[in-house]
């Protein structure tokens, strides 16, 4: 009876389990909603009551899944594209189309406290996202956007590991940007190109009076960076990884041993009449006969290449609550010292962490964390290249070849083989502890559509230090069978410990509302409440050593101590409102202002207002019916006011006394004692320059905005630059003049971009291009009275262009004695007797006879570049994608003086290319033939005549274009690696700074580098890089 039972209990069952086991399959294509194109690797998932089921779509971007029958829904996730889900309501045939999240990314853009749609735009704001950034691989954040962005400068001026040293420059406004960093203020181009570019979203760039609603500190711009945040879905794994070997793009060769001791022997003779050496030892030189080789000092300090590589790993997801951002990177460059005493190492993290409290309340814990160090030897770089460059190539690294003995070197005594060395000289060790945390409460006010409340606390803290160890040591010859040691020891031992700490407080209060009243008025406002306060604390310790034992400061003698402090504060408080309007998405206005105040002047409060308005005439019915290939077609303008601090010391508004530091006062003795001296004379009406911003543009897309332009011509007008009055004042007065807002100046300049996205089969590109033409003129310098016509025509600054240098007309080289004495005064001496065959000759642009001031004309664009340009291709094709980055500057020019401008100069060696040169066919007889050559004839500078004087000869035009990164990668095929979890996995091969066009000459010292007169071609050198990396999705 009871088997009976449970048969009959399985019988009813049994259709019932039946049913809930059943599967049903389901199939379907995934294409992109851009292009229509096919989609491989995109995951489908189904998350029935029985668990997850999932699948990747093939390589024809085809799907098959097979899920219970009771699954309510497919959802469907790639990378780049929004996340999709899809009712299943009975289907076995579900095809869907995904778009990019990129695309939503670029329609919104960040603005000062707040984003944008970039169709209701109506400033000038330049934004560049994270695909963008990614589009390029480099080292630092600066390099991987440079040439992406219309308007943006950015000059790589250093290749030193850790520097950072890259100007940073905003439409040619000529002071460095304000940096916000996810909502907050953190001044400083340094920290903003430590930031990990793989964390970042997008950063825009407020270019016009957009840039009023940053009050004081917004004069030149400003960098709005906004990192990535998680989304709701499954955690999503990124590893990003390149190893790469760096060289210098391209370094002067210096002369060697036979062809310097021609020039030096051409020197002593054509200056003294007597040779340098016999002509027996000279041939012995150009022979390279045994114990006269030459030494190439810069091989012997410097390797070829340097290994540089980064690492980073990311999670990003979340619940229905709860959504996090989280990642950690780490960073190493070698130097390119032979010692391996240089280099740079930082380890960052992030996190991001969103959560919803309530139905209305959402928190935000946003923070950062960095650890860097830099190291070099203690000498700088500048002295140990400068010894590679000057240093004689006769002489050698050690007596001997013995490494226990380095050797005297000429001109400098200064080895560069041994400044280069930490374990001879010494070391210098740079440390940065960086913290940045922002906590932010988010309401939406129930009941009151689109009215929002925001309150956020921000604290960072950066802690720097620096190590410096300085170690005497010897140097040595070799006489008499015995290695001599010099007299005195090179250098003064000596440690000493530098702490630098930085903290900031930012509080943020924000109200904000927006709403769309029937169907076509959108109305929009904020208010903010802001205050930044800092607190500054710096400390030196110094002690010297009697004799060296171990590098810290209590085993350094006490003899001479030295201790130093000093702490600062800084506090800004700010009223800040924006208040826009648009019609139908056609007729936009936007009204910006801040009340901004600061510590610095009496005057405390400073009022600055913008406005901008846009019309988008691609809305116009006009338009639409008749001209249907405009997509977009939108006119603007805005006018804004924005500040900066003067570079004077604050609080010049309070009387006060100083010390005179050196003893001036005797009492009693004959002794002098240290008192105390009458201040400036204080200005209580001083305070911050305040700039006008105009501008003026137009953006067009067509074909839905498959070409794109964009135009803008602009123009900043800065008032109130800190000088001091042109009085003249008797000896007795006692006083100083104060500063006062007297100067002021102008910048205007055009820019565009244009770009085009499309494919072919199966090939889809991407083309875009941006131009920025510059200039910077004087309004007003104040400046002694001119005293007569000439005076006022060369030296008068107002109305002006800046950045424009003065030569002398070059009108070849004399070509014989006969010339010289037939040619106008070069020198101011009696019949040129300085001057030789093959000397550069300049015209007598007055006729007096006399080569002098009076015979220069503005003839030469000055050292900072006018015109910014880049070109960016990007393509893919199947699993391959390829990018590409042309990047160029021009109207601008280099001069080069000592060491690369002269030749022989500091009697030290020379670069090989003055070895084409004028000279005697017989170096020992005085009345042999000229041979010609490009440059002038060997000498000392005391005698020479005028060939180093400002002239085409010696400036010259350093534009240049260069192909500044190209990349390579491969994804594979998703389906290689869908059983190990991996949804994407790229390898690509890169490289940076490739190839430069430009001048010869200049090339030789990379004409992108910003050096003064005197530096120019001996600081670290650009690197050209080649990087082999892989990116992982999983």
Not at 264 to 288: H, Q, V, W
Not at 518 to 531: C, D, Y
Not at 915 to 941: E, Q, T
């Amino acid at each position: 009876m009871k088997k009976s039972k449970y048969l009959l209990l399985l019988f009813f069952l049994f259709p019932f389990n039946l049913l809930a086991q059943q599967m049903v399959t389901i199939r379907g294509k995934v294409t992109d909603a851009s292009d229509g194109k096919i989609l491989p690797g995109v995951v489908v998932t189904s998350n029935s009551p029985t668990g997850k089921i999932s699948v990747s779509t093939d390589d024809q971007g085809a799907y098959l899944i097979k899920v219970p029958a009771n699954s309510q829904e497919l959802s469907y996730s790639f990378v780049g594209m929004t996340a999709h889900t899809e009712k299943i309501a009975g289907r076995t045939v579900i095809n869907v189309v995904l778009a990019s999240s990129q695309s939503e990314l670029d329609e919104v853009v960040v603005i000062g406290y707040g984003s944008q749609k970039k169709e209701t735009l109506t400033g000038s704001v330049g934004n560049i996202t994270a695909r963008d950034i990614q589009t390029t691989t480099a080292i630092s954040l600066a390099q991987k956007i440079q040439g992406k962005v219309a308007g943006l400068q950015i000059r790589q001026n250093g290749g030193e590991p850790g520097t950072f040293d890259n100007s940073i420059n905003i439409r040619g406004y000529g002071g460095s940007p304000l940096y916000v960093i996810d909502g907050v203020a953190r001044e400083g181009a340094g920290e903003f190109q430590r930031i990990n570019p793989e964390d970042i979203e997008s950063i825009s760039f407020l270019k016009d009076g957009s840039a009023a609603i940053y009050g004081l500190r917004a004069s030149n711009g400003v960098v709005l960076v906004t990192t990535k945040k998680g989304a709701k879905g499954d955690a999503a794994f990124n590893y990003n990884s390149f190893v790469g070997f760096s060289s210098p793009t391209d370094v002067p060769r210096m002369a060697n041993a036979a062809e310097w001791i021609q020039m030096r022997n051409d020197a002593a003779f054509l200056g003294t009449g007597s040779p340098f050496i016999p002509r027996e030892e000279l041939n012995k030189y150009i022979t390279g006969a045994p114990g006269y080789e030459s030494t190439d000092w810069y091989s012997e300090v410097m390797k070829k290449s340097a290994i540089q590589q980064q690492h980073n790993v990311s999670a990003a997801g979340g619940g229905d609550k709860t959504q996090y951002f989280v990642s950690l990177g780490y960073q190493r460059e070698s130097g390119l010292l032979k010692t391996g005493d240089m280099g740079y190492y930082k380890y960052n993290m992030r996190s991001n962490l969103t959560t919803q409290l309530t139905k209305n309340l959402k928190a935000e814990i946003f923070i950062a964390g960095r650890y860097d160090n830099r190291f070099t030897p203690g000498e700088n770089f500048f002295n140990i290249f400068k010894g590679t460059r000057v240093t004689l190539p006769t002489e050698r690294p050690y007596v001997n070849g013995n490494t226990a003995y380095p050797s005297i070197v000429t001109p400098s005594n200064q080895n560069p083989v041994v400044l280069a060395d930490r374990d001879i000289t010494g070391y210098s060790e740079n440390v940065n502890r960086n913290v940045q945390s922002t906590v932010a409460l988010n309401y939406n006010v129930p009941g009151v559509e689109g009215l929002k409340i925001r309150a956020a606390a921000s604290y960072d803290m950066n802690g720097y230090s620096n190590k410096d160890l300085s170690k005497p040591y010897n140097l040595y010859t070799f006489a008499n069978g015995n290695y001599v040691k010099q007299p005195q020891r090179v250098g003064t031992g000596n440690i000493s410990n530098v702490i630098d700490n930085n903290n900031n407080l930012t509080l943020q209060g924000q109200v904000s509302y927006s709403r769309l009243f029937a169907k076509k008025h959108n109305v929009g406002g904020t208010l903010v409440v802001e205050q930044q306060q800092g607190w500054s604390r710096n400390t030196l310790a110094r002690r010297y050593y009697d004799f060296y034992t171990t590098d810290q400061l209590n085993y350094a003698g006490l003899r001479t101590p030295e201790a130093a402090g000093l702490e600062g504060q800084s506090a800004y408080l700010g009223y800040v409102g924006r208040f826009n309007y648009d019609y139908a998405g056609k007729y936009l206005i936007d009204f910006v202002f801040r009340q901004d105040g600061n510590y610095a002047y009496k005057n405390k409060w400073g009022f600055f207002p913008g406005v901008s308005a846009a019309w988008r005439v691609s809305e116009e019915n006009f338009i639409k019916n008749k001209l249907p290939l405009i997509s977009n077609l939108k006119l603007k303008a805005s006018f804004g006011t924005a500040g900066a601090a003067n570079s004077v010391a604050p609080f010049q508004y309070v009387p006060g006394f100083g010390t005179t530091g050196g003893g001036n006062y005797e009492f009693q003795n004959d002794i002098l004692t240290t008192g105390i001296a009458a201040p400036p004379i204080v200005n209580e009406n001083l305070s911050w320059t305040k700039s006008e911003f105009i501008d003026f543009g137009l953006e067009l897309g067509l074909w839905k905005n498959q070409l794109t332009f964009e135009f803008d011509v602009y123009q900043r007008d800065t008032k109130g630059i800190a000088a001091t009055r042109n009085v003249s004042l008797p000896n007795t007065f006692g006083a100083t003049i104060p500063f006062e807002n007297l100067n002021s100046d102008r910048v205007r300049g055009i820019e565009f971009s244009l770009g085009h996205n499309g494919s072919i089969g199966e090939f889809k590109y991407n083309i875009s291009g941006n131009f920025n033409y510059s200039r910077q003129m004087d309004l007003y310098v104040e400046g002694a009275p001119f005293t007569n016509s000439y005076d006022q025509w060369r030296n008068q600054r107002a109305y002006r262009y800046r950045d424009i240098s003065w030569g002398y007309t070059y009108a070849g080289q004399f070509q014989n004695k006969e010339e010289i004495l037939q040619h106008a005064l070069q020198n101011g001496d009696q019949a040129n007797i300085r001057e030789l065959p093959g000397d550069y000759k300049f015209q007598d642009i007055n006729n007096d006879g006399v080569i002098d001031d009076r015979d220069m004309l503005p003839l030469f664009d000055g050292s900072t570049p006018k015109l910014f340009y880049g070109l960016t291709l990007n393509g893919s094709f199947k699993g391959f994608d390829f990018n590409l980055l042309l990047q160029g500057s021009g109207r601008y020019t280099v001069r080069f003086n000592e060491v690369y401008g002269e030749i022989l100069a500091f009697r030290g060696n020379t670069p090989a290319y003055f070895f084409d040169r004028w000279r005697l066919s017989d170096p020992y007889d005085i009345n042999s033939a000229w041979i010609p050559g490009k440059y002038p004839a060997s000498r000392f500078n005391g005698d020479v005549g005028r060939i180093y004087t400002e002239s085409s000869v010696w400036r010259r035009d350093a534009s240049y274009v260069r192909l500044k990164s190209v990349e390579l990668g491969y994804s594979f095929r998703p389906s290689f690696f869908a059983k190990a979890g991996i949804k994407k996995l790229r390898i690509y091969a890169s490289a940076f700074n490739l190839l430069t066009i430009t001048d010869p000459f200049v090339k030789a010292f990379d004409p992108e580098r910003a050096e003064g007169l005197f530096s120019a071609g001996l600081n670290y050198p650009l690197s050209k890089t080649y990087n082999f990396g892989i990116n992982l999705n999983f």
